[in-house]
């Protein structure tokens, strides 16, 4: 157990994400202790399984940095390690970089600082400034404050990952209700584009879920809806996930490519059979260079593929391999995640049933991400957008896990930097929809949530409008 007191609450949030991060396994509790209240420094005990590691005050004058600084070289003298992200406990490690951007800043004052105020590695600075760059340019042309983006969500999908903690669901359980869900999703969009009148719609992304897991019938009706209700003539982009090859037709394809989708993904995670059976991916690695040969002889000139490392069983082999296969095939752009075992996931069941630690798997991914990181680099893809995802304590992977997209020049997905950057509202349709609206020059941005539920969403849809109304009063 690691244990804080603390004078305030005001870092509480980042200490135990740093706390969590070089030690995943444990319970980290924070005081606050009133008796400290009026001190004009920052006092500051750290206790781990009953010893005493930091017992201090910082002078009068600290920061938030200054006081996770104190406990990061607490915590890596301790542990023997460092951290390569050093405090940045966030999310979105190239936020910062990015907005020294906006404000002038010149990369290597930003290089800097990163090094030497966040204790970041030398590594992590290049990528974290790189994407920083790649995103700054291709958003600075967009008028950020009329723009706004449009998410749907289709959470079915032809089986359940083992991995997987979003709202998806079998859509064989829900074939009865599936028209349902496509008639309750155009009431949303139907309002959602009445209220948007007069702005701009810069991008579209279709996800879930699996949404080509609709039959043929469906998805022509979806992709009818959107062109009913959405001005897809202001879009620069159309994303539609493709993600499973085994929800994938000819006729599905043709169906997208006339409805003028301009970015499809195909995601194999690994082209390792063995692992696909594994995870409950119900394909084969052929389906996936099969569908992918098609969507290109189909016209699809914009291709992601997902990967995942730190799969169960892989080493650092196997992933070369699913690199080097997916090298083969040519995709424009190669997104590249970290496992992550969340509490939601029926692999997460099973860890906590087989009283599983930290596996063999867990200690590759720094050597995995940065093998990755050059093999894509040399291939000519460049970092355009990254993410680091929170955890919990008793799982793994919190120090070292990140997602990274890599694309070919011009071949970047601008909705991901919209909503990793904040800089436009993103109006999430659908359940588990997640709406993010920005309040340009106010530095500020409120959710607004739909239920994750297909059959509460269905159900109180009126509800689901009534929500999105706060938007535009």
Known sequence: MVRYEIKSREFSYDLQALALSFFPEKECVLQERDDWAEREGYPLFC???????????????????????KVYQCFSKKSGRPLFWGILTGIRPAKIPFRMIMEGVGR???????????????????????VAEKEYALACGFDHRRGYNIY????????????CSFSSYDIERYRDRTDDYLAALEREMQFVAEQCAGKELHTVYVGGGTPTSLDERQLKRLMDMIHRYLPLD?????????????SVTEEKLRILREAAVTRISINPQTMEQHT???????????????????????????????????????DEVDFTNTLYQVRDLGPDSVTVHTLVIKRASGMRRVHMEQGLGILPEDTLIPVMQMASDDFLREQGYEPYYMYRQKNKAGTTRNTNQENVAYAKPGKE??????????LETVIALGCGGSTKHVFYGENRMERIENVKSVDDYIDRIDEMIERKKSIWL
């Open 47 to 69: 206790e781990v399984d009953g010893e005493v590691w930091l017992d201090e005050e910082l002078p009068a004058g600290y920061t938030k940095n200054s006081v996770k600084a």
């Open 108 to 130: 290597g004052e930003i290089e800097r600082r990163l090094r030497e105020e966040y204790l970041v590695s030398g590594r992590k600075v290049r990528l974290a400034v790189d």
């Open 152 to 163: 749907i969500g289709i959470p079915f999908c032809p089986s359940i990952c083992a991995y």
């Open 234 to 246: 202001q879009a620069a982009e159309f994303t539609v996930e493709a993600g499973r090859p085994d």
């Open 276 to 314: 696909l059976d594994q995870i409950g991916r119900r394909h084969t690695v052929q389906q996936v260079r099969e569908i992918f040969q098609l969507a290109r002889e189909m016209g699809f000139d914009n291709i992601n593929m997902d990967l995942i490392m730190g799969l169960p069983g892989e």
């Open 413 to 422: 997905c601008l909705y991901n930097i919209f909503i990793m950057e904040e």
